[in-house]
């Protein structure tokens, strides 16, 4: 029988949150749709193909004790924080249908009497203002559609972190898009993360009516995933794998080789002072190692720009 | 297209000698829309057949590509890096990477032509 999974993390760590997602990405099975509810704390979240430093001011998130992550799925950059609820949805091809699950979304906002319009691809929008960015990954005849839900986002903190200033980043990637984002709290007062959550069991249920799944809820928390339910989903396999997995996932979306390293090749201008003088330097980076450098200088010393671009070769560029 | 091998995962393997380039199938092309990245590989790493060799970024969706063979990559196609969608315009010209076949006898167990159209339908 095709089995509804609820799955939800208790957790606030970007890193075990995408691991929980990578985990129920890896182990979906045929005639199962998973929808899964999880929030960061403050977290600029970009896409596969982007170049962080191009897209996210780590200088403004680092002063609010932010992280950085990068997810699976490609697009734009986000910024989620506790007034951003984020929602996937988990099936192998015969079950897995965009339209129908941005239908749960649009449903669950219907309850707040709120009319959600998808736009271009990637939106969901109401009165034009876009509540939620949408993001897709495939591998293994497995699909994962993900997305955000404004509720009630630090939105000058937002745009702040995914503002950039440096125009002397040359690089290919995947550009983020601006729009025009609203907080659905500004459009219902009433609405908060426990009752859209409740909204989107609700709607999806409703969606799926005709399927006549049965279901089950799942929950994690940091390295613990319990389960619920008949079919017993996750004691199917050993929960020794399953915790090893899970820690693997989370290494692996925690490291700096997946974050930084993943940034596409890119060439990079910056000012320093130095007490010999002024350096304008200009690096090529590949894979976060500084693989050619070339120092620009009104100073008397030479010999200190020859040592400098010395220096700075085989270096990370995230540890400059 | 008599040449071109295939795996169920939408990649083709085009052999010569005991070299092999890969590439994602015009079908492939089609379902993903507008390419908008590439992510190449680093020559001198080796790819197993089944595993990931490639990612691929469309305006709909990011989707990981299995090799369809195995061996040690000795080129990758950078004009990708630049203009992606060239995959868009003609799938088999614009390869992805060419590696060297750790064993030839790997590609007896693809796809021809033939059946790989079966599997698309």
């Known amino acids: 029988m095709p089995s509804l999974i609820f799955a939800e993390s208790n957790s606030h760590d970007p890193y075990f949150n995408l691991s929980f997602e990578k985990y129920l990405f890896d182990n979906v099975k045929e005639g199962e749709l998973i929808l899964y509810l999880w929030q960061n704390e403050r977290t600029a979240v970009c896409g596969r193909n982007q170049n962080i430093y191009k897209e996210c001011n780590l200088t403004a998130l680092e002063r609010v004790g932010g992280k950085v992550a990068r997810r699976l799925s490609g697009g734009g950059a986000v910024f989620h924080d506790l007034g951003n609820i984020n929602f996937s949805f988990i099936a192998r091809d015969a079950l897995y249908d965009v339209d129908k699950q941005l239908k749960v979304i649009q449903k669950a906002l219907e309850h707040f009497g709120l009319i959600a319009e998808k736009s271009g691809r990637n939106d969901l929008t109401v009165n034009g203002r876009k509540f939620s960015g949408n993001a897709f990954h495939r591998a293994d005849g497995v699909s994962c559609h993900h997305g955000t839900i404004m509720i009630d986002v630090d939105r000058a903190l937002l745009e702040k972190v995914l503002t950039v200033s440096d125009k002397k980043l040359k690089s290919n990637g995947v550009d983020s898009v601006t729009s025009r984002i609203v907080n659905l709290r500004d459009l219902n007062a009433e609405i908060t993360i426990e009752e859209i959550k409740e909204a989107l069991l609700i709607a999806c249920l409703k969606v799926y009516e005709e399927e006549n799944f049965d279901s089950e809820i799942i929950v994690g928390s940091n390295n613990v995933i319990s389960a619920t339910g008949r079919s017993g989903w996750i004691a199917s396999g050993s929960m020794l794998t399953m915790l090893q997995e899970l820690a693997d996932n989370k290494d692996f979306f925690a490291s700096d080789d997946w974050i930084f390293g993943k940034n596409p090749d890119f060439t990079a201008t910056i000012n320093r002072s130095y007490d010999w003088g002024d350096a304008e330097i200009c690096l090529v980076v590949e894979s976060d190692i500084i693989t050619d450098c070339k120092v620009w200088s009104d100073s008397l010393y030479p010999e200190k720009i020859a040592d400098l671009e010395k220096s700075l070769i085989g270096k990370k560029y995230s540890e400059l | ?121």
């Open chain 2, 1 to 121: 297209m008599a040449d071109y091998k295939y795996n169920e995962g939408h990649a083709w393997a085009l052999i010569e000698g005991d070299t092999a380039k890969f590439g994602i199938t015009p079908y492939a092309a089609e379902q993903l829309g507008d390419i908008v990245y590439v992510d190449l590989p680093t020559v001198g790493d080796t790819v197993s057949a089944g595993d990931t060799f490639t990612e691929v970024e469309s305006s709909k969706t990011s989707s990981e590509v299995p090799a369809p063979l195995s061996g040690e990559i000795i080129a990758v196609n950078e004009e990708l890096d630049d203009d992606p969608e060239n995959i868009n315009e003609d799938a088999y010209a614009n390869w992805i990477i060419e590696i060297k076949l750790d064993d030839p006898s790997e590609a007896d167990a693809l796809l021809d032509a033939d059946a790989y159209d079966e599997i698309c339908e």
